[in-house]
């Protein structure tokens, strides 16, 4: 996501995809609350396939070296949601990876900068001996000839595929085939869901009180400090020139960072790519001259504003603060040593994508 798009919440929806992610994979410091609520806001906020194909990535760089059968149990819950389209399959998914310990090896070297090895072909016999080059290698292939690859040198049964949803299956491979060459102790894992975790679901389903008091009461956290390791949309250094009250001057127009404008002044703009906003906005016939919201009539924009008026720029600094925080750039291994996890290579900021 290169552009600043708001969440249901008003969040960056970047933002809260990285929060997510941490939250995660450091259950230490993050408590399940924490994971079922930022990913339920990119559930409500996102298209909903993407949620389950960050999921299933995340499993795959940091958990199937050791938990390769539960690929099986993120496929049959994808498939029961995709008949009832209920929350509750994802969080269990969530609940699941969140109890588990993380391994990063797959991680350091699919994600790291490093220089490879001239020859443009590897032999198969020396895949096993330097990971970094192969993943390069592998990298430069079609998933076509790593399967041809894996079934020359392991079991291949194509009708025992699972996961077929996930949209970047060759990453899937080059995850089976690095799994293969990097020998790990295996183990099953399991995790029920309970009723306080569907209770605490149902909370997040729940209305405000009134509209006014949307994102005080149901911004539960705020957007976490360490997701400077990553790529963000606000890093840009974009600006918006807005008009502000100036107590000496009246009305002055001026510079404002991009991703502060897109809450306290134009989040109806910013928000408007985004599929929950988006489809409320058609509802109401807006459209959007410059960054400014258009109704056909006043009719519909009084409704709007008595169903959806959050006035962000009202409210009290601890609730504009969730999302507006200032964040610093750091380094992948800065933001890891925080959590207590060393990697062994050196990573610079990067984007966490699913393709």
Known sequence: MNTIQLSQLLYNIDEVKYSLMLSILFPKKHTLHECLFWAYELYTSYHKEFLWNFITKLYYDFYYIKCISFERKIDEQYNKWKKEKRFEYIAKIVKILHKQIIDVTIFQYYYS???????????????????PDTINYLKSLDIQHIKEIYSGLYRLNNKKDVCLFYTNQKHKWIIKLLTKFIKKPKKSIKENFNKQDELFINQLKCPASCIYKTLKEKRLYKINPLIGTFKLARFKNETDVVTIWNEAFGYIAEDVERYKSAYLYNWEFYANKTPYWKEIFNSYKVSFKKKEIKFPNDDLLEQFYDNYGYEPDEQNIETQMKSIQPIKPITINDCFNVYNTTLKETMNQITYCIN
């Open 113 to 131: 900068e490093f220089i490879p090895i001239k020859n443009s072909k590897i032999v198969v016999k020396k895949l096993k001996e330097n990971i």
